[in-house]
């Protein structure tokens, strides 16, 4: 299909992310209201102005929304907290549904806090995260689990968003993951696409989508040696998409592994967020084509527009079209 082809199909379509839905805010802070602290003598960091924006599968809820995908929501775990009404709100004010996030006062939101210099514009402060590092309660990982199984049937697309990287894991425990494996299992037409930090080999029957290091460290995990069609095989994926940078990505399937090599692009601004662009893009191009080659060509296409603009940035309907035409010329 061509890239018109595929953008047309995408009001008709629907897609779930599952898993870490976190808050980016990115707080401006002015170095010259850096005075010490008259209690401790330690200078401060004088925020000015915060922006928040939906994080980790919430970025990659936002690609879906800003390509025009007729329907998108999140399921996951937020704290009823601030930050998770700050979630909710970002999330809505882009068209994606937070309707079936799981809230619950026994846990916190995961939250990145981003500085920026006011007058650079810069990140040049460490990042203040506030993290979960104990396992899911049970009746958040039941609720979860319930939500899931009742809502995956009416969705044509479910984009799995593991990011925690702690030993427990975030959203997406062992149960979840296995709920997920029988989903697929049980409707094999069905996409689940998994974009897991720490545990690609542990999925079943999903479509992966590691990073070149993901997919080594997973192969080492299960076979002892860098071989992607051992890895799809030991987790029975239907496709493997790894992704590799300027390079572009291999697709891995029955035939062997084919590389689809990405869009030619000057400087980059800001890499974060090219792997969730690239899953967004490349997985609802799959719901529209079934084709592996146009999903990643699609994919490719996204990740060459986000990686072009600061911080986890989008890509419009349009903003494809030209860079599609400029592949071309």
Not at 89 to 109: F, M, Q, Y
């Amino acid at each position: 299909m061509t890239t018109d082809q595929i953008l047309a199909a995408f009001p008709r379509l629907s897609a779930l992310v599952v898993g870490d839905i976190c808050l980016d805010r990115w707080c401006t802070y002015d170095p010259a209201t850096a005075e010490p602290s008259r209690e401790t003598g330690i200078p401060r960091i004088g925020v000015v102005a915060t922006e928040v924006t939906p994080g980790a599968g919430g970025t990659v809820a936002n690609n879906l929304a800003s390509l025009g995908i007729g329907r998108v929501a999140v399921l996951g775990a937020a704290g009823d907290d601030g930050f998770g009404y700050e979630l909710k709100l970002a999330l809505t004010e882009r068209g994606i549904s937070p309707d079936l996030l799981v809230v619950s006062s026994a846990i916190s939101t995961f939250t990145y806090t981003k500085l920026l210099n006011s007058e650079t514009g810069e990140e040049d402060r460490p990042r203040v995260d506030f993290i979960r590092t104990q396992p899911l309660p049970e009746p958040v990982e039941r609720e979860i689990i319930d939500r899931l199984r009742a809502a995956a049937a009416g969705y044509d697309v479910l984009l799995v968003s593991d990011q925690a990287e702690t030993s427990h894991g975030g959203v997406v425990t062992p149960r979840v993951r296995d709920a997920l494996g029988e989903i697929a299992s049980e409707n094999p037409g069905k996409i689940v696409w998994v974009d897991s930090r720490m545990r690609s080999h542990l999925f079943r029957g999903a479509i992966l989508k590691p990073n070149e290091r993901e997919a080594a460290e997973a192969c080492a995990a299960t076979v002892g040696r860098t071989d992607y069609q051992a890895l799809r095989q030991h987790t029975g994926a239907k496709l493997m998409f790894v992704t590799k940078g300027s390079s572009g990505v291999v697709v891995v399937d029955e035939s062997g592994e084919h590389l689809v090599p990405t869009v030619a692009v000057g400087r980059p601004v800001d890499i974060c967020g090219a792997g969730d662009s690239f899953s967004a893009g490349a997985s609802i191009a799959l719901a529209a084509s079934g084709s592996a080659h146009d999903a990643a060509r699609f994919g490719n296409l996204v990740a060459s527009i986000t990686i072009m603009k600061k911080g986890t940035g989008s890509a419009s309907p349009d903003e494809v079209r030209k860079a599609d035409e400029h592949t071309r010329h």
